[in-house]
């Protein structure tokens, strides 16, 4: 997700909506069982947590406004830790936690659809 693409505010409105989707799935999954959704929080919180970070990390070199290479580099390494941090999480929620894969699989993909249509339903309302 490009922060730079987005103004502050609509990015807020993209974190809190990948928020408010992956607790309604964990409660959904809930109805299974604790493990379940506690699984569904852990793959949420894998897609999200990432996010967030790059988002702040976006918002702080966009505010030193770089030189036109040094954005491409500070983007790359935004997208590189994103990449690390979510592996670390989801070998963590898997191994540690021992979280079920299916609610974890299925909140992480809904996470990441969000990510995508949520930033058409919002410019849809801006317009």
Known sequence: MSASLYSGKVAGKLLSVQLLTFVLLSAVFGLKGLEWSVS????GFAAWLPNALFMLFAWRHQANTPLSGRV???????EALKVVITIALVIIALGVLKAVFIPLGITYLSVLLTQILAPAVINSYRA
């Open 40 to 43: 569904a929080l852990a793959g």
């Open 72 to 78: 491409a580099w500070s983007f790359a390494i935004g």
